[in-house]
């Protein structure tokens, strides 16, 4: 049950794009089509952005997007916003009905 | 509107014992796979246990197993995590979370667990 890999930090310009990576292994990330994303502002609990890899949930805008290759998934934020700044994190199912999380991604918008 | 409320954080001692609730509305929730996450403060989100809509299967993170117990109460629309052998890093706040396709969809506010003497 060992965490996924994501970076620290990822910052942007307001406008651009920002991708941020997830690397897991063919246990987890790369076994199942089950990566989801979550953005968490302070103090407040966790949305969930993305499910199975590429879905986005009924009201989280278009500009957030999956996708996957091999063990590493990732999640693209285009046009850029200032409510974007937040923490991201990934999931993945590793089987056996076990879940592992990415250590978190700090993206600060410039 | 998916509602879910936790309750049952507070301070406990090292080797104490608690017992989180869930309270959940606005969705079947007998029909619901169910999960725990936690987050230590200032770090990141961690797994801690699943159940599937009639509680017969359950399953832990390492780091909890054999410590914590999940359950359900379907009539009562409530989710339980009995902690018990509390460590200090077992401290974190503890989010339940409705599945959504071995994901995590809905997400309560947390409670706080502090294991402190």
């Known amino acids: 049950q060992s965490a996924l890999t994501q970076p620290p930090s990822a910052s942007g310009s307001p406008g651009q794009s920002v991708t941020i990576s997830c690397t897991g292994t063919s246990s987890d990330v790369g076994g199942y089509n089950y990566v989801s994303w979550y953005q968490q502002h302070p103090g407040k609990a966790p949305k969930l952005m993305i499910y199975e890899v590429t879905n986005r949930p009924s009201g989280v805008p278009d500009r957030f997007s999956g996708s996957k290759s091999g063990n590493t998934a990732s999640l693209t934020v285009s046009g850029l916003q200032a409510e974007d700044e937040a923490d991201y994190y990934c999931s993945s199912y590793a089987g056996s009905k076990i879940w592992v999380f990415g250590g978190g991604t700090k993206l600060t918008v410039l | 509107e998916v509602h879910l409320v936790e309750s049952g954080g507070g301070l406990v001692q090292p080797g104490g014992s608690l017992r989180l609730s869930c309270a959940a509305s606005?969705?079947?929730?007998?029909?619901?796979?169910m999960h725990w996450v936690r987050q230590a403060p200032g770090k990141g989100l961690v797994w801690v246990s699943h159940?599937?809509?009639?509680?017969?299967?359950?399953n832990y993170a390492d780091s909890v197993k054999g410590r914590f117990t999940i359950s359900r109460d379907n009539a009562k629309n409530t989710l339980y995590l009995q902690m018990n052998s509390l460590r200090a890093e077992d401290t974190a706040v503890y989010y339940c979370?409705?599945?959504?396709?071995?994901?995590?969809?809905?997400w309560g506010q947390g409670t706080l667990v502090t294991v402190s003497s």
């Open positions: 159940i599937n809509s009639d509680g017969i299967s359950t």
């Open positions: 606005g969705f079947t929730f007998s029909s619901s796979w």
């Open positions: 979370a409705r599945d959504w396709t071995y994901g995590f969809g809905y």
